[in-house]
């Protein structure tokens, strides 16, 4: 039996999905890839399924933006964990935000399904396939996405504010 590590993990996905791995580094000792988001269930059974690796643990799920990044503002991390082996992997996918949109992976890890609920009622990332994407935190009648950077930090017409007061 192989030594079950990142040099391994690495190695088993290059050659299964070397053409969708987009990137690989190794940031404190955790393999991160960037994966092609219309390969993410691919890419999920696979690790799940493999009889060595035994990924089947979702630790986390949540959205990112950046929106200065040109046709990939949006993202979604995945992060699993192999409790056999005490290995975690992260994965990036990322998509423009005109379409912000990836397959749900709720039929792999039955947690996924708030953790996609919660990723859409803050950043409007759409699940296709998912069995009740609605909000979950904030209110239905909110029109927008309150961690989306499309908003000043600040409300430039607070009148209650004196800079004066802190130095300013």
Known sequence: MADINNGYLLQQLQEKFEADIISADEPYGMLTIVFDKNKIIDLLSFLYNHTELKMQFLTDLCGIQYPDNEGKEFG???HLHSLQNN?????????PKDAPQISTVTGLFASANWQERETYDFY????????????????D???????RKEYPLEDQTRTDKDDTYFGR
Do not use: A
Request: proline residues 6%.
């Open 76 to 78: 979604v991390i995945y």
């Open 87 to 95: 290995l975690r992997l992260r994965i990036k996918c990322f998509m």
């Open 124 to 139: 409007g990332i759409i699940f296709t396939g998912h069995p009740d994407l609605r909000r979950i935190l904030n209110v």
């Open 141 to 147: 009648e909110m029109d927008y996405f309150p961690m």
